[in-house]
Each structure stands twice: as C-alpha cells, then as structure tokens.
C-alpha cells in the first residue's frame, strides 16, 4: 500500500519511518526489527548501492516459519531528497543519517522545503559531523569525507536548525554521538543531531494537494514480509502450534494404552500378559480415570483416538491467535480429519498399529 493513501497517520497503530541518504541500508536493517514499524522506506540518488544491498533487506526463510505479528513492508526508491513524491507523504518518522553534509547549497534549501515542508514526517532526526570533533581525529582533516560540502560547528548547525523549525512550524532539540574523552569534552559530540518535531496536524485538503504531485522516485525493490494478519500465514502458524500439540496428547495417550516394559508398574502376571484386548480395555479404563479430571483430554471412540479441539483452543497462543472456536476448527477442517461435529481432531488407531508394535517390541 502506498503510505501516501493513508493520510496524516495522526491516530494510527502502524508507524511508518523513511530514511533519507540511506545508502547501505544498515539503519533500515536495524529499524526492521522495531515492532511498531509496518513501512520502512529508504530512499538515495545513487542508485547502484541500492540495487547492491537492497537484498540485505528480503525476508529470510525464518521470517515463513516464524511470520511477524505485524505487517511489514520495505520499500527503496531511487532519487534525489531534493524532489517532491508523494511516495514520502505521511510518515511518522524521517531520518537523515549524515545526508546534509553531501548536498550542495542549493540542493539543501531544496531538501529543507520538501522534508519540512512537503513531506511534513511527525518527528525528524537529522545528524551531522561536528567539525569541532575534528581536532581529535588523527589526521585532523578539514572535512572528513571528500565528498563533503561543508561541515558545521555546534553554533552554524543550530542556528540552521531553529530557523528551519520556525520557519516549518517544528521543535528541535540537539543531542549527539560519539563522546570525546573527558579531558577533551569541550568540542562535543563527534556527530551532531537535531530532533525535530512537528507542532501541528497537517489539514487533509493540504495532504491531498500534496497526493496529486507526480511520483518521481523510482522504485528499485518493495518487499512484503510474511506476517500473521495474512490469513495464510496466520494458519500456518495456528496450526504448526495446535497440530504439534495434538500430536503430544495423541503419543502420550498411545504410551499410556500400551505402556513400555520398563514403565510398566503392574504385578509379574500382568508382565506377561501379551496386548490383547482384554488389557486394552482395562488399560484404557485407567487412562480414562486418570483423566477424568482434566478438562477435555484425548479419548479414545471406535477405533480412533480423537483430541478435542477445545483443548487444543485452550492453548493461550492458539486462543490469541484464533479468537474463536469456530475459527480454530474452520482451519482445522480439511487439513486433519475431524469428528463428524467437527469437536475433534480424529487419529484412526490401525495406522498407529504399527507403532504400537514397534513400542511393544523395544
Ligand atoms: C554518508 S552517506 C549516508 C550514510 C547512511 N545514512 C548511513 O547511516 O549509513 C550519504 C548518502 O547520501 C546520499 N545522497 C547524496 N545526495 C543525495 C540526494 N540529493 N538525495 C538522496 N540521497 C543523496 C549518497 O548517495 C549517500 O549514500
Ligand atoms: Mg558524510
């Protein structure tokens, strides 16, 4: 789904965060695995580092084996921050991880009007290197990266900083990373950091104006990861854990019919009684009164042992996951053989013959 079809995001459960100047991905990949988080988008103009580490960001087999609660879908868009998609409307949170630096001044008024002005995320955080720093680094550069346009002292990035927040109607506050030593923690932060945040709600006739702009940004790769508010996967995982659990109750209800020789606590005639009917019977007698107080154990009818999907709906994932009964069993149906009202899973007793003999023969 577009994120721009969603409005304002003002009263919502799904966050929606983009990264701007994302280059290797690394904060997306970290940013993944924040459970509020249903759109992760990044965008950068070269084109090639997405293509190149865009697979960082695909679903791994585990993520089908073990599908996230939430949905979650990863987008990369190849372009410049300097123009307007629609793409980046509404988004909770905006990223700029030592982005600024490499923009000409030009292209940074132009950032500074779409990222405050067009894409109007909730919260920013924009960082920088701090060129007060760089009397501690070794080789003392003037700038760190030759592909830097500048880099700023404490005074000219927050002086940049509260203009742009007057001027868009946001707050910012400044913090930093990387601590000099003690004796030096007069420069500050190696990285500077504004956070701004947004100090009013956006009118949707604005947010509809800003929809119609053309997309300009070129998708390069979109991934939807497995999550269990699709009904497939949400089945596969309800039944992964009623079906492992059936098969639980089902072996141990086995084991007590037809007990190993070692378990057996009976007297020396019933040591040699060979598994004949009449012990079965009896055995089963016990079983059921062992069981009797426990709420809907396994029991045994024909010749099939059934598990009853009460329990199995009792398991608190299972409950969670299903909200009902009648849900639990419509998933059920057509994957396990039910009793003809459908109450229980049912396991004819002729296809365990042969385990039973394999037991009784170990
Ligand atoms: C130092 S890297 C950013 C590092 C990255 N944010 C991280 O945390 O690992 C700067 C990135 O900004 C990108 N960039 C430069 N100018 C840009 C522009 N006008 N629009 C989008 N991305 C741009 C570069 O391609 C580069 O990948
Ligand atoms: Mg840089």
């Known amino acids: 789904m577009n994120p721009a079809s969603k409005g304002s995001n003002m009263s ?32 950068d103009i070269d084109e090639d580092v997405l293509k190149r580490k865009g697979y960082t960001l695909t679903p791994l087999p585990i993520h089908y084996l073990q599908p996230l609660e939430r949905p979650l879908t990863v987008t990369l868009y190849h372009g410049s921050v300097s123009e307007k998609d629609p793409a980046l409307l509404g988004f909770d949170l905006i990223t700029c991880i030592e982005l600024i630096e490499h923009l000409e001044s030009d292209v940074l ?44 002292n404490r005074k000219e990035f927050q002086s940049w900083a509260i203009n742009i927040s007057r001027q868009y ?35 949707e006739e604005s947010m509809n104006n800003k929809k119609n702009y053309e997309n300009v940004y070129k998708r390069v790769l979109q991934v939807i990861y ?79 042992i059934h598990v009853p999907l009460q ?16 849900v639990l069993q419509n998933m059920m149906n057509g994957e396990m053989p039910l009793s003809s009202d459908r ?3 049912v396991y004819p007793l002729h296809v365990e013959n042969d385990l039973d003999s394999d037991i009784s023969d170990e």
Not at 15 to 21: F, K, P, Q, R, Y
Not at 121 to 141: G, Q, W, Y
Not at 171 to 193: A, L, R
Request: charge should be negative; hydrophobic fraction near 35%; proline fraction near 6%.
């Open 12 to 43: 919502k459960n799904n966050t929606l965060v983009a990264d701007l100047g994302c280059s290797e991905c690394s904060l997306l990949r970290k940013l993944k695995f924040q459970d509020c988080i249903e759109e992760l988008v990044g965008v």
């Open 109 to 152: 008024e132009e950032f500074q009007d779409v990222l405050f002005g067009f894409m109007a995320p909730n919260a920013a955080v924009i960082s920088t290197p701090n060129v007060e720093f760089n009397v501690l680094l070794s080789e003392n550069p003037r700038f760190r990266h030759p592909d830097h346009k500048f880099e700023w």
């Open 169 to 203: 109607n946001y707050t910012v506050e400044f913090t930093g990373v990387g601590e000099p030593k003690p004796e030096s923690k007069d420069v500050g932060y190696c990285s500077q950091i504004g956070i701004f945040r947004k100090n009013y709600t956006e009118s």
């Open 226 to 304: 497995p999550s269990i508010r699709e009904e497939k996967y949400l089945r596969n995982v309800v039944l992964n854990i009623a079906l492992s659990h059936a098969n639980r109750m089902k072996s141990n209800f086995l084991q007590n019919l037809f007990p190993k020789e070692e378990d057996k606590t009976s007297t020396a005639d019933n040591e040699k009684e060979p598994y004949v009917m009449s012990h079965w019977c009896s055995s089963l007698q016990n079983l059921a009164k062992t069981m009797e107080s426990k709420d809907n154990p396994p029991y045994l009818e024909g010749d099939a």
């Open 311 to 326: 329990t199995l709906f009792s398991l608190p994932k299972v409950k969670e996951l299903c909200g009902s009964l009648d």
């Open 343 to 345: 109450s229980a899973i």
